[in-house]
């Protein structure tokens, strides 16, 4: 069975940081991209952050540029997004998300930035 947990979401004050956490099993994450989505109420599912097989390389959205960081340990079975300099507009439940042949979602996390 494929599973993507995520963990690590929370309360952050406007400013703050967050460190999260998809902890994947059913099969070896070291040979598979793997990504990073959020979905604030009322929007589409946006695609923020995805990192390669070996973490070599990676990609942003242009609104978390500069103020994310993904990265993975394939030992873990595990990739992360760390989050700093949260605006309330990055709100939203995050999700990681592996492609063909796994294609699966994790259930999300929730990120509420609030004073």
């Known amino acids: 069975q494929i599973l993507l947990v995520e963990s690590g979401g929370g309360l952050v004050q406007p400013g703050g940081s967050l460190r999260l956490s998809c902890v994947v099993s059913?099969?070896?994450?070291?040979?598979?991209?793997i990504g990073w989505f959020r979905q604030a109420p009322g929007k589409e599912r946006e695609g923020i952050s995805c990192?390669?097989?070996?973490?070599?390389?990676?990609n942003y959205a242009d609104s978390v540029k500069d103020r994310f960081t993904i990265s993975r340990d394939n030992a873990k079975n595990t990739v992360y997004l760390q989050m700093n300099s949260l605006p309330p507009e990055d709100a939203a439940v995050f999700y990681c998300?592996?492609?063909?042949?796994?294609?699966?979602w994790g259930q999300g996390t929730q990120v509420t930035v609030s004073s």
């Open positions: 990192i390669s097989d070996t973490g070599g390389s990676s």
């Open positions: 059913g099969f070896n994450l070291r040979y598979y991209s």
């Open positions: 998300w592996i492609g063909p042949p796994w294609t699966s």
